[in-house]
């Protein structure tokens, strides 16, 4: 049997390694000069392969209709895609949230293990093909048709194009319109793990100042209710708000009831516990502490060792406490505005960056309409689909990636 491969990411390459080991004969079309230019930025250049949690709690992991992926998850685990690199010589390691990388912390090298395993297999690639239409038949999948007018003809055809995300990867939203052509329903696409805007003036002044092992809440100030909590690091930027605990809260905060018109109206609140290692009363004589020893100081000379240099004239700004003000001269009700500053340094989140610079896409193919067993199209017989493109998407750990090799192989097999 002939297998015809839409794009040559993750999922793709997965979708070649399984349908060649089923005896079929596979081609790899990829737009880009390179196969996996995807895998090459995961992890910030070094690749977080996958999660090491055990895969029953996968699901709860996936926000995006995870249940759909039960059979893939058991088809192709953490397991199989750590054994399939490490069999090819890429020792792995397990980091902090059970994250997995190469030990090399090179990217290339697990790319390179998956290009390996393709050429072993016999799957050929073509690069710089670009695919414009599949070609259907009495309701049946039965070949691609290229840019330049050139076709190609096989017994099975599985897109995976990705979603919209880093375009210069490859992944433009094409493979959308293609199935949009078939017939197939594209839910709303939008950016999820992508960092959040804020207009407030503070995140320009603190903007490259990373925080670590800080406490997050993101909450809803109009029904006081919270609608994200974690516990990491986090990143101010020039335009509002970015690192991993806030890249995981846009998954949540993307999915809240009517959250476009709340950001509009400023009653979305990011809350930053800046100590969460210390309760009140602890921070509280951990202040007193530090006031006693600095009494005779200016307020704004006597924050050095509690917080970074650039936080501290915006923190003396929210706390409205004279910089100038002698320390000794503070009085309780100021020092607990203070404290309350630190456990709750307050941002107002007004959007989203844009889908193209999200780590993975939210919506995309409508999971009514795959057969969740074999990823295969209920609408047009002899096409699959594989990865981003599918309506599902995945906390950040290295679960989107595992999304990607599971339903890739499940397709590939089938």
Request: aromatic content about 6%.
């Amino acid at each position: 049997m002939k297998v015809l491969i839409i794009g040559g990411g993750p999922a793709g390459m997965l979708a070649a390694i399984s349908a060649a080991k089923e005896k079929n004969d596979v081609i790899i079309y990829e737009k880009m000069d390179r196969l996996g230019k995807k895998i090459l930025i995961t992890g910030k250049g070094r690749c977080n392969i996958t999660n090491n949690i055990d895969m029953s709690d996968f699901i709860q992991n996936v926000p995006g209709n995870g249940r759909f992926l039960y059979s893939a998850f058991d088809n192709f685990t953490n397991k199989d895609i750590v054994n399939l690199i490490e069999q090819n010589g890429v020792k792995t390691k397990v980091e902090r949230g059970n994250r997995v990388f190469p030990v090399s912390d090179k990217a290339s090298d697990v790319r390179d293990v998956l290009e390996k395993e393709l050429y072993k297999n016999n799957v050929k690639v073509k690069l710089n093909a670009v695919v414009k239409s599949i070609i259907v038949l009495d309701e049946k999948a039965i070949g691609i048709e290229f840019k330049n007018g050139e076709k190609s003809y096989g017994d099975k055809i599985i897109l995976a194009t990705g979603g919209k995300s880093y375009p210069l990867t490859g992944s433009n939203g094409d493979g959308y319109k293609m199935a949009e052509k078939l017939g197939h329903t594209i839910k709303d696409i939008k950016g999820s793990l992508v960092p959040l805007i804020s207009n407030d003036n503070i995140c320009k002044e603190l903007q490259g100042l990373s925080l670590r092992n800080v406490n997050i809440s993101i909450k809803d100030i109009e029904k006081n209710k919270i609608i994200y909590e974690d516990f990491g690091e986090m990143l101010f930027t020039h335009f509002g708000v970015s690192g991993p605990t806030i890249l995981s809260s846009s998954a949540h905060l993307l999915r809240y009831k009517k959250v476009e018109e709340l950001l509009k109206n400023n009653k979305i609140k990011l809350f930053i516990d800046l100590k969460p290692a210390l309760t009140n009363e602890q921070l509280d004589l951990r202040i007193r502490r530090d006031f006693e020893a600095a009494k005779n100081k200016r307020f704004k000379n006597s924050l050095d060792k509690l917080l970074p240099k650039k936080m501290i004239s915006v923190v003396i700004a929210q706390s409205k406490i004279n910089e100038e003000k002698k320390v000794n001269e503070i009085t309780k009700e100021e020092r607990l505005n203070l404290l309350n500053v630190l456990k709750k340094f307050e941002v107002t989140i007004n959007g989203f960056r844009p889908v193209e610079e999200a780590i993975v896409t939210a919506g995309g193919i409508n999971i009514k309409e795959i057969n969740p067993k074999t990823m295969e199209s209920k609408l047009v017989k002899g096409l699959f689909f594989a990865g981003e493109i599918i309506d599902v998407d995945a906390y950040t750990g290295g679960f989107n990636l595992q999304i990607a090799y599971s339903t890739g192989y499940t397709a590939g097999k089938n």
